[in-house]
């Protein structure tokens, strides 16, 4: 893991491996290598449907990155604990990169309420068992092979993939906010658990399904006061915020920074 400091260095970080993704993509583009890329397709398939689902063979990172070998697109994760600027980095580097890029939350993939309320987790909305993993690992790999299918079929890329977002003020996930399509080379990812080592839980599946990960890293002082103005603005009161910051949300913020060392590069912020 390497250390970078300002955004500048993540953008060009992401643009070399965009650039080393496509002239990879350009060089498997032969009959015999549609092949074996359709082989290999139907082979992650299957080991996402058995029992394969928690095992090494998805908490391995270079899984990921022979994954992405002759698909031309690029999945860039970006991580780390409430409050660090996650979304807003994200949201700036797919902005930076233009139409090429679309930005895919994990938020979207909480449970719904009613759901939380089922399971008596509601008062832990945030932690890694309130989120529908399955889901969330289902949509990455979909996203690693739709434009890899396009190739192999020799369609005109309308194909799409509907993602979920997230509406704040209600704390529910909108089904089918986002629309990705084959035509998108980049997707980045951002989340709290993108790197969560847990079998138990399934998040160990995410990791192997990222080319490039990067851990924000932010000064836990200015980190709390952030979140606590955070809650406050989606309708919290001032003493709510700071309950909810430092209790279930530092818990989560324990477990996501031991996460760090699993990135490919940490992003430290002033």
């Known amino acids: 893991m390497t250390t970078i400091t300002g955004h500048a260095e993540l953008t060009r970080l992401v643009r070399s491996a965009a650039k080393s993704s496509a002239s990879d993509s350009s060089a498997s583009d032969s009959p015999a290598s549609d092949s074996s890329a359709a082989d290999e397709s139907a082979s992650d398939s299957s080991a996402f449907g058995s029992a394969a689902f928690g095992s090494a063979a998805f908490g391995s990172a270079a899984f990921g990155k022979q994954a992405s070998e002759g698909n031309g697109r690029l999945i860039i994760g970006i ?8 979304t807003t980095i994200a949201e700036r580097l797919v902005a ?4 090429d890029a679309q930005l895919l939350s994990m938020d979207g993939f909480h449970l719904p309420q009613a759901r939380l309320h089922e399971l008596g987790r509601r008062e832990r ?4 068992d309130t989120f529908d993993v399955v889901g969330f690992v289902a949509t990455l790999r979909k996203l690693r092979g739709l434009r890899e299918s396009r190739e192999l079929r020799g369609d005109t890329g309308q194909r799409e993939i509907a993602i979920p977002g997230f509406d704040r003020d209600r704390e529910e996930p909108v089904p089918g906010a986002l629309i990705i399509t084959a035509a998108t080379n980049i997707v980045v990812v951002e989340g709290n658990y993108l790197l969560l080592d847990d ?3 399934g998040w160990n ?3 192997a399904l990222l080319d490039l990960s990067f851990f924000v890293r932010l000064a836990d002082d200015i980190r709390l006061s952030r979140l606590i103005a955070r809650h406050e603005r989606f309708g919290k009161s001032p003493a709510e915020a700071r309950a909810w910051a430092m209790g279930p949300d530092a818990a989560n913020a324990e477990l996501i920074d031991r996460t760090a060392a ?3 590069h940490l992003l430290e912020l002033d």
């Open 199 to 201: 079998p138990s839980t």
């Open 125 to 128: 909305m945030g932690a890694p």
């Open 262 to 264: 699993r990135a490919d």
């Open 79 to 86: 991580t780390g604990s409430p409050g660090a600027g996650k």
């Open 205 to 207: 599946a995410v990791a």
């Open 96 to 99: 930076e990169l233009g139409h």
